[in-house]
């Protein structure tokens, strides 16, 4: 079959096994976008010290989620609505640290002959530790490849009023049988390194704005929250992160009944899965709190097929 474009649904993937945990962390801490040590040799003994270090507490997390990332499968079952909706355009997936890798799935769209691509980027805020990641590791794909396709690149869409409404719509889905006065809505992004923010990523800024238009959003739709709180998850190492910290404004609010949406994912991960439903239930439940909410990312919902469509 002839294709009109391929869309590619750039992400960071996840492991596929307990036996994958290993590259995924070795991996993204080669990585200089997430590992900012401009000398190779020395980035790579660092990242060695920290992939050692966290190799089996990450396996735990990953059994605890039935021994692999449910990224994967679901991305995949994500492209295959999208594929039946429009199957004049060839959708896919590349994984930055696992397979599917960015070299593989142009040498794919090679062979069918696409001389069009969107990089559609799975991350809604953008950042030089996601985004830019993704992009750099598709161009120098197609270096090697000597693959020159007319290149067009969804980088961002937090202030999308379609991205806006399908938050919306999800949190408003978890609050029907509740009033939203008697709840602290946390917006919970991943953190980035203080420094990246200092450089110039534009990643805080662009949070702090969709939080703004999902609180006017909310406010049209007659959710009137107790308090909606922006802040960060995922800290990792020593240096300065970004916050408040979600596990600190989780303790502020112990008093108050709590909802979260993972704010900076598309897509359900170790980080939702794991840390916001898991790990920090545990720990809301330990405070006191009486009724402790989780939304779900996108995945692979209308409304999010919805947004792709949409910009692509």
Request: hydrophobic share 35%; with cysteine.
């Amino acid at each position: 079959m002839s294709y009109q474009k391929a869309i590619i649904l750039l992400n960071m993937g996840g492991p596929n096994s307990l036996h994958e945990v290993s590259v995924f962390l070795k991996n993204m801490f080669s990585d200089p976008c997430i590992l900012s040590v401009k000398n190779n040799t020395l980035r790579s003994m660092i990242g060695n010290i920290i992939v050692n270090a966290r190799i089996e507490k990450s396996k735990k997390i990953y059994e605890s989620l039935g021994g692999s990332s449910p990224i994967t499968p679901i991305t995949f079952s994500l492209t295959q609505k999208l594929q039946a909706r429009n199957p004049h355009n060839f959708y896919t997936y590349s994984m930055r640290y696992v397979p599917p890798f960015s070299f593989n799935v142009l040498e794919d769209i090679m062979r069918k002959n696409i001389t069009e691509i969107v990089l559609f980027s799975m991350y809604p805020q953008y950042s030089q530790t996601t985004t830019f990641s993704s992009f750099q590791d598709v161009a120098a794909s197609l270096q090697i490849l000597k693959f020159s396709p007319k290149i067009h690149t969804i980088d961002r869409y937090y202030n999308n009023p379609l991205f806006i409404e399908s938050i919306t719509n999800s949190i408003r889905l978890q609050m029907l049988d509740s009033d939203p006065k008697d709840f602290v809505l946390i917006l919970s992004a991943h953190s980035i390194p203080l420094s990246r923010i200092k450089n110039g990523d534009p990643y805080q800024q662009e949070c702090e704005i969709g939080r703004d238009l999902l609180n006017q959003s909310l406010r049209t739709k007659g959710l009137h929250f107790k308090d909606i709180v922006l802040s960060y998850q995922s800290k990792v190492g020593p240096v300065k992160w970004i916050g408040p910290y979600t596990h600190d404004v989780i303790q502020q609010h112990a008093k108050n009944n709590i909802i979260i949406y993972p704010f900076s994912f598309t897509i359900d991960n170790s980080e939702t899965k794991y840390e916001l439903c898991m790990l920090y239930k545990d720990l809301a439940l330990s405070l006191g709190v009486k009724d402790f909410r989780v939304c779900p990312c996108f995945n692979d919902s209308d409304d999010f097929v919805r947004l792709i469509e949409s910009l692509t």
